[in-house]
């Protein structure tokens, strides 16, 4: 026990001295121990060899601190280690700051105030892990409280076990103004994302900052004391024809030369081509004499990519990449225009399928789709490049032939009506003949308006239909009076008994939304169905052309709203709570000033909620009235009523109108839908779409998703809610 005793004392004695000594960080003391061979005094004498080493590393770092604390005393540049707080401060930075010590003060002290905060996160971030070197200019603070601009390079390092920051600061200000001034306009030539190229009297460059290297592929050694001609190519976007020198213009007429927005950039050196924006302007000396020019070049190369996706999905059938009907009738007005001006004459011709509807109920629409896509192909193979061939409906199409004879364009659509009579579709296990009737109308000086050269060729292609199918027919003033008498006649009568005798028919089809357990937002859409004289259904693209033509579309709106109203409130209809249904009104009904007070009293005399309706407006509705549009959507919105734009994207109309009406949703135009997966630029419009519903607050709905596919890519772009055969068929509404 007492040897024991004696142990315990001498460890709780070396103990002591070991704390003492790491406490004082004395390394050069040591630890009394014995040269005995007991285990007490071994651990003594490798104590000390610990302190002896640890002293050597002490001394060493002494001599180190001592050389940097040198170094740093004798620089005229400002050295500040720190962390948030100053821990050290040479000389030169206790004297700039006229104080006899900056350790512990905090560093946004000695900055402007308005920079504080950005300092204070540079600091925090740079020692969190980014271990990159900073360089950057600020302003500082002396102790009379006037600014100073400084140049400031700062690092991490490791100070006491833990990172901190050296910054070294040198000040500006003995620099000549104009060298400052220089370094800096230098610095922001160099960071614009616009190219900047100078040139000296002769037109020979001198300049080119780093954005203008990128767009000519030139580096500046390259291009020194060349002209611009020498590194570039402009050409004009549409015919590729040269632009010239913008420079040697500018420098000759002393004047600025802009290319606006037609420039393409061509690099001599055979880069790549670059769509730009230039103006070169003249730069003057003191005495107001040109001395030079400068050429800025934007470059618009993905803004005009999208201008003309955008442009060509106005203007062509997303189905089958022929030209739509909006477009053909723009040309169609040209080509009236020149026959009236005495230019050669025209033809119009007017095709319609026969037994395409057999397609599309025996197979389905993706096989209708398919052999409209090919059908189309046909056509376009038949006609010349200076034609127009255009979708103008379901399985309507038009061909515009400039420049042509009657005789030649009647063997043209003779071509056309065999090649499609020769034509066989297949689709899996089936086969179809399908076949096409052709009706042609001369455009000439004697012409009148679109709607009767369209309603000329619309009667021959009536004649060629009633003549057996598969025909071409020339147009006669006899067919007009023909198609009027048998078919325009026969249609209005059909859709007054139907009215008249509660033919028409609701059908719902389910809107689902992707936001899960989502509390507003439309649940489904009322659609619209008539039966025939012998009970047959007939779709609305059959029977809503002709209502248009004869004024009954806001008639037949009419019978929907209040038929939808009674259907909710009686519970025929269920919503869930916060969900509502969404109801199309026609641009004549639209049109229809009584229609707001016809609405507004069907609400108030209904028991069903406000909230639970929203009608979906047509884009061509909402431009063609626009003011009574407006009203319309104003009043019933107050009341409760949502609204949504229909068919958005089909043209450009939606953009320049959207913030005119207020709106709640936007439903995208279905034949951008359709094909999502495989059509990049149907991707990059439905993308710019949502994007654009974002930013005004509106939420998104796809229609005419078919199937799973369709159902993922929508999902993936993000939609709000989606609507199609995946979501479920049209049902009657009982």
Same mark, same amino acid.
């Given at each position: 026990?007492?040897?024991?005793?004696?142990?315990?004392?001498?460890?709780?004695?070396?103990?002591?001295?070991?704390?003492?000594?790491? #406490?004082?960080?004395?390394?050069?003391?040591?630890?009394?121990?014995?040269?005995?061979?007991?285990?007490?005094?071994?651990?003594?004498?490798?104590?000390?060899?610990?302190?002896?080493?640890?002293?050597?590393?002490?001394?060493?770092?002494?001599?180190?601190?001592?050389?940097?604390?040198?170094?740093?005393?004798?620089?005229?540049?400002?050295?500040?280690?720190?962390?948030?707080?100053?821990?050290?401060?040479?000389?030169?930075?206790?004297?700039?700051?006229?104080?006899?010590?900056?350790?512990? #003060?905090?560093?946004? =002290?000695?900055?402007?105030?308005?920079?504080?905060?950005?300092?204070?996160?540079?600091?925090?971030?740079?020692?969190?892990?980014?271990?990159?070197?900073?360089?950057?200019?600020?302003?500082?603070?002396?102790?009379?409280?006037?600014?100073?601009?400084?140049?400031?390079?700062?690092?991490?390092?490791?100070?006491?076990?833990?990172?901190? /920051?050296?910054?070294?600061?040198?000040?500006?200000?003995?620099?000549?103004?104009?060298?400052?001034?220089?370094?800096?306009?230098?610095?922001?030539?160099?960071? /614009?994302?616009?190219?900047?190229?100078? !040139?000296?009297?002769?037109?020979?460059?001198?300049?080119?900052?780093?954005?203008?290297?990128?767009?000519?592929?030139?580096?500046?050694?390259?291009?020194?004391?060349?002209?611009?001609?020498?590194?570039?190519?402009?050409?004009?976007?549409?015919?590729?024809?040269?632009?010239?020198?913008?420079?040697?213009?500018?420098?000759?007429?002393? #004047?600025?030369?802009?290319?606006?927005?037609?420039?393409?950039?061509?690099?001599?050196?055979?880069?790549?081509?670059?769509?730009?924006?230039?103006?070169?302007?003249?730069?003057?000396?003191?005495?107001?004499?040109?001395?030079?020019?400068?050429?800025?070049?934007?470059?618009?190369?993905?803004?005009?990519?999208?201008?003309?996706?955008?442009?060509?999905?106005?203007?062509?059938?997303?189905?089958?990449?022929?030209?739509?009907?909006?477009?053909?009738?723009?040309?169609?007005?040209?080509?009236?225009?020149?026959?009236?001006?005495?230019?050669?004459?025209?033809?119009?011709?007017?095709?319609?399928?026969?037994?395409?509807?057999?397609?599309?109920?025996?197979?389905?629409?993706?096989?209708?789709?398919?052999?409209?896509?090919?059908?189309?192909?046909?056509?376009? =193979?038949?006609?010349?490049?200076?034609?127009?061939?255009?979708?103008?409906?379901?399985?309507?199409?038009?061909?515009?032939?400039?420049?042509?004879?009657?005789?030649? !364009?009647?063997?043209?659509?003779?071509?056309?009506?065999?090649?499609?009579?020769?034509?066989?579709?297949?689709?899996?296990?089936?086969?179809?003949?399908?076949?096409?009737?052709?009706?042609?109308?001369? /455009?000439?000086?004697?012409?009148?308006?679109?709607?009767?050269?369209?309603?000329?060729?619309?009667?021959?292609?009536?004649?060629?239909?009633?003549?057996?199918?598969?025909?071409?027919?020339?147009?006669?003033?006899?067919?007009?009076?023909?198609?009027?008498?048998?078919?325009?006649?026969?249609?209005?009568?059909?859709?007054?008994?139907?009215?008249?005798? =509660?033919?028409?028919?609701?059908?719902?089809?389910?809107?689902?939304?992707?936001?899960?357990?989502?509390?507003?937002?439309?649940?489904?859409? /009322?659609?619209?169905?008539?039966?025939?004289?012998?009970?047959?259904?007939?779709?609305?693209?059959?029977?809503?052309?002709?209502?248009?033509?004869?004024?009954?579309?806001?008639?037949?709106?009419?019978?929907?709203?209040?038929?939808?109203?009674?259907?909710?409130?009686?519970?025929?209809?269920?919503?869930?709570?916060?969900?509502?249904?969404?109801?199309?009104?026609?641009?004549?009904?639209?049109?229809?000033?009584?229609?707001?007070?016809?609405?507004?009293?069907?609400? =108030?005399?209904?028991?069903?909620?406000?909230?639970?309706?929203?009608?979906?407006?047509?884009?061509?509705?909402?431009?063609?009235?626009?003011?009574?549009?407006?009203?319309?959507?104003?009043?019933?919105?107050?009341?409760?009523?949502?609204?949504?734009?229909?068919?958005?994207?089909?043209?450009?109309?939606?953009?320049?109108?959207?913030?005119?009406?207020?709106?709640?949703?936007?439903?995208?135009?279905?034949?951008?839908?359709?094909?999502?997966?495989?059509?990049?630029?149907?991707?990059?419009?439905?993308?710019?779409?949502?994007?654009?519903? #974002?930013?005004?607050?509106?939420?998104?709905?796809?229609?005419?998703?078919?199937?799973?596919?369709?159902?993922?890519?929508?999902?993936?772009?993000?939609?709000?809610?989606?609507?199609?055969?995946?979501?479920?068929?049209?049902?009657?509404?009982?």
């Amino acid at each position: 026990m007492l040897i024991k005793h004696r142990y315990a004392n001498r460890i709780a004695r070396l103990n002591e001295e070991i704390s003492r000594i790491s #406490r004082d960080r004395r390394y050069e003391r040591r630890v009394a121990a014995s040269n005995g061979g007991d285990s007490v005094s071994r651990l003594g004498m490798t104590v000390n060899t610990l302190f002896e080493e640890l002293s050597e590393r002490q001394e060493r770092l002494r001599e180190r601190q001592g050389l940097v604390h040198a170094l740093a005393d004798s620089v005229p540049e400002m050295v500040i280690l720190h962390r948030e707080q100053v821990l050290y401060a040479n000389p030169a930075a206790v004297d700039w700051f006229g104080s006899g010590s900056l350790k512990d #003060r905090p560093v946004v =002290d000695l900055v402007r105030p308005a920079l504080r905060r950005w300092i204070l996160e540079g600091i925090r971030g740079q020692l969190a892990g980014d271990e990159a070197a900073r360089q950057f200019e600020l302003t500082l603070v002396d102790p009379r409280g006037r600014m100073h601009e400084a140049a400031v390079r700062s690092a991490k390092v490791v100070f006491e076990g833990a990172p901190a /920051i050296l910054s070294v600061a040198s000040t500006t200000n003995g620099q000549p103004a104009s060298l400052r001034a220089g370094r800096r306009a230098e610095t922001t030539l160099e960071s /614009i994302g616009e190219g900047i190229i100078t !040139a000296d009297a002769s037109g020979r460059i001198d300049y080119l900052n780093t954005a203008a290297q990128h767009l000519t592929g030139t580096s500046l050694a390259a291009a020194i004391g060349k002209t611009l001609n020498d590194i570039i190519s402009l050409v004009d976007e549409t015919d590729r024809k040269s632009l010239g020198d913008p420079v040697g213009a500018c420098l000759r007429e002393k #004047r600025r030369v802009n290319l606006g927005r037609r420039a393409l950039l061509l690099a001599r050196n055979g880069g790549e081509e670059y769509s730009v924006e230039l103006t070169a302007s003249p730069q003057r000396d003191v005495n107001g004499e040109v001395s030079g020019a400068v050429v800025v070049l934007h470059d618009v190369t993905e803004l005009r990519g999208l201008a003309r996706q955008m442009s060509y999905q106005a203007t062509h059938d997303a189905l089958t990449g022929l030209t739509n009907r909006r477009e053909f009738e723009r040309r169609l007005e040209e080509s009236l225009q020149s026959a009236h001006a005495g230019d050669s004459g025209h033809v119009l011709c007017y095709l319609d399928l026969d037994r395409f509807k057999v397609v599309n109920d025996t197979c389905g629409h993706m096989a209708g789709d398919s052999m409209l896509r090919e059908v189309a192909a046909l056509i376009k =193979d038949k006609v010349r490049d200076s034609d127009t061939v255009a979708r103008i409906g379901g399985d309507e199409f038009g061909m515009l032939l400039i420049g042509c004879p009657l005789d030649k !364009a009647r063997r043209i659509a003779d071509d056309v009506c065999a090649s499609i009579r020769d034509y066989r579709f297949v689709w899996r296990d089936k086969i179809f003949n399908v076949g096409v009737s052709i009706g042609l109308v001369e /455009i000439s000086r004697e012409s009148g308006s679109i709607e009767d050269a369209v309603s000329a060729a619309d009667s021959a292609c009536y004649v060629a239909k009633q003549q057996g199918r598969g025909r071409v027919h020339v147009y006669s003033a006899r067919d007009e009076a023909a198609a009027r008498q048998r078919g325009e006649i026969q249609w209005l009568q059909r859709l007054q008994n139907a009215l008249k005798e =509660d033919r028409f028919e609701l059908y719902v089809q389910p809107i689902l939304s992707l936001a899960g357990q989502r509390q507003t937002g439309p649940a489904a859409e /009322i659609l619209l169905r008539m039966h025939d004289e012998a009970g047959r259904h007939v779709l609305p693209g059959e029977f809503l052309r002709a209502a248009e033509r004869y004024h009954l579309t806001n008639h037949i709106d009419r019978w929907v709203v209040q038929t939808a109203l009674s259907a909710i409130g009686r519970g025929a209809l269920k919503l869930p709570e916060g969900r509502s249904c969404a109801i199309n009104l026609s641009g004549q009904t639209l049109g229809d000033a009584s229609f707001l007070d016809f609405v507004v009293e069907c609400l =108030d005399r209904s028991d069903v909620r406000p909230a639970q309706i929203c009608f979906e407006l047509s884009e061509v509705s909402v431009v063609t009235n626009l003011g009574l549009a407006r009203r319309f959507v104003d009043v019933v919105h107050s009341m409760g009523c949502a609204f949504a734009l229909d068919d958005f994207g089909s043209g450009l109309g939606s953009f320049a109108n959207l913030k005119n009406v207020g709106l709640d949703y936007l439903k995208l135009d279905g034949s951008l839908i359709c094909d999502l997966q495989q059509n990049s630029v149907n991707q990059a419009m439905v993308t710019a779409m949502i994007k654009l519903a #974002r930013t005004l607050g509106f939420q998104v709905v796809a229609e005419q998703v078919e199937d799973q596919d369709a159902f993922a890519a929508v999902r993936e772009l993000g939609v709000d809610f989606v609507q199609g055969y995946v979501t479920g068929r049209p049902q009657p509404l009982m």
